[in-house]
């Protein structure tokens, strides 16, 4: 599917893992880590592995987002939740974040859902505002030794 700007979003394949990996990690050590620390990454890091990417996708909907034909974003839809929205930081307030949400909630309309919902990691937040999404409430999730705090989010789809 053609997003915009260059942009475009298709399928996740089991080729895709390891480079999806890759991305994942980065962002989560490159922002996560400045809300979370260096032991709720590390904790998370295990979640993200080329495998568990490919058991992530026989389980739900994993989109990537291309620009120049690299791999630039993710996001995934599992039911009505939104999960593992990640793109690469070099590429950042370039449109790729609002692509990936944008094809995740047609694809929620097209099977019929209403509503969507997701987990957002602090620094993500506000995006998420700015697409529509309102803040339902708080909750702290236990990751390996330590608690990360999330913020519920949900929107209707029209």
């Given amino acids: 599917m053609q997003a915009s700007a260059g942009i475009s979003i298709r ?3 089991d080729e895709d893992a390891p480079d999806v990996s890759r991305l994942i990690l980065a962002d989560l050590w490159q922002i996560n880590a400045r809300d979370y620390g260096t032991v709720a990454v590390n904790a998370l890091a295990h979640g993200y592995t080329p495998e568990r990417l490919r058991q992530y996708a026989r389980q739900g909907a994993i989109y990537v987002a291309l620009l120049a034909g690299e791999i630039a974003g993710t996001a995934s839809l599992q039911g ?3 999960r593992n929205v990640f793109v690469r930081v070099d590429c950042h307030k370039q449109g790729i974040g609002t692509a990936l949400m944008q ?3 047609k ?3 097209q099977q019929g859902i209403k509503r ?3 987990l957002a990691n602090l620094a993500a937040v506000d995006f998420y505002h700015n697409l529509g999404y309102v803040s339902i ?4 999730e236990p990751i390996g030794p330590t608690v990360l705090t999330l913020v519920r989010m949900e929107k209707a789809l029209s």
């Fill in 107 to 109: 694809m929620a309309q």
């Fill in 137 to 140: 409430t708080e909750i702290t």
């Fill in 103 to 105: 094809h995740v909630e």
């Fill in 11 to 13: 399928r996740f394949t």
């Fill in 116 to 118: 969507l919902f997701l």
């Fill in 80 to 82: 009505d939740r939104v």
